[in-house]
T-cell receptor, first 113, second 115 residues
Framework: GENVEQHPSTLSVQEGDSAVIKCTYS??????FPWYKQELGKRPQLIID?????GEKKDQRIAVTLNKTAKHFSLHITETQPEDSAVYFC????????????FGTGTRLQVTL | EPEVTQTPSHQVTQMGQEVILRCVPI?????FYWYRQILGQKVEFLVS????????KSEIFDDQFSVERPDGSNFTLKIRSTKLEDSAMYFC?????????????FGDGTRLSIL
């Protein structure tokens, strides 16, 4: 089955700096890669996703890149703000009815003033 | 914006007791999921449900677990005889349309504590 690895496990950046979180996946059939932000005690919230037919997607300060050959994808947050502090999870899934998400182990991002 | 709703937010149960966690998926969604998250760990898939039957289940989803869509709006997860290691946050999720790769939207979760 699919295995998703994520690093770093913790990341501390100063406000205004950029943050990069990286994930690798094992199943070449995976073709959909969402990123979720989870604040303490709350639900995972979808922040951006990318499908395997594109290499990059951007939404304001957030961007995701995908390298299918290397089987890795990354989340980039620019101009970080204190409210970006949370745990970020990458996930992967393949096309199929009710496809399950396989999550990475999470990155705790701390944005300091 | 429509949301997945879950009840209760916190459930405390004695070991060996049955527990039912309830979810109301987003109304026009067709695919339903249960995930769990042990404190401080990653989110793990339990089961997916489509067209009134289980599509896929993980190794965690053993005979003690069952899911049901008793009516047009609710989607439930039942644990028949709870164990201490069932203590976790349980998230329901749903996604829409008939093709996959639609974003899965999560509820706020039910924190299950087994004593």
């Amino acid at each position: 089955g699919e295995n998703v690895e994520q690093h770093p496990s913790t990341l501390s950046v100063q406000e205004g700096d950029s943050a990069v979180i990286k994930c690798t996946y094992s199943d070449s059939a995976s073709n959909y890669f969402p990123w979720y932000k989870q604040e303490l005690g709350k639900r995972p919230q979808l922040i951006i996703d990318i499908r395997s037919n594109v290499g990059e997607k951007k939404d304001q300060r957030i961007a995701v890149t995908l390298n299918k050959t290397a089987k890795h994808f990354s989340l980039h947050i620019t101009e970080t703000q204190p409210e970006d502090s949370a745990v970020y999870f990458c996930a992967a899934t393949s096309t199929g009815t009710a496809s399950k998400l396989t999550f990475g182990t999470g990155t705790r991002l701390q944005v300091t003033l | 914006e429509p949301e997945v709703t879950q009840t209760p937010s916190h459930q405390v149960t004695q070991m060996g007791q049955e527990v039912i966690l309830r979810c109301v998926p987003i109304s026009n969604h067709l695919y339903f999921y249960w995930y769990r998250q042990i404190l401080g760990q990653k989110v793990e898939f339990l089961v997916s449900f489509y067209n009134n039957e289980i599509s896929e289940k993980s190794e965690i989803f053993d005979d003690q677990f069952s899911v049901e869509r008793p009516d047009g709006s609710n989607f439930t997860l039942k644990i028949r005889s709870t164990k201490l290691e069932d203590s976790a946050m349980y998230f329901c999720a749903s996604s829409g349309r008939t093709d996959s790769n639609q974003p899965q939207h999560f509820g706020d979760g039910t924190r299950l504590s087994i004593l």
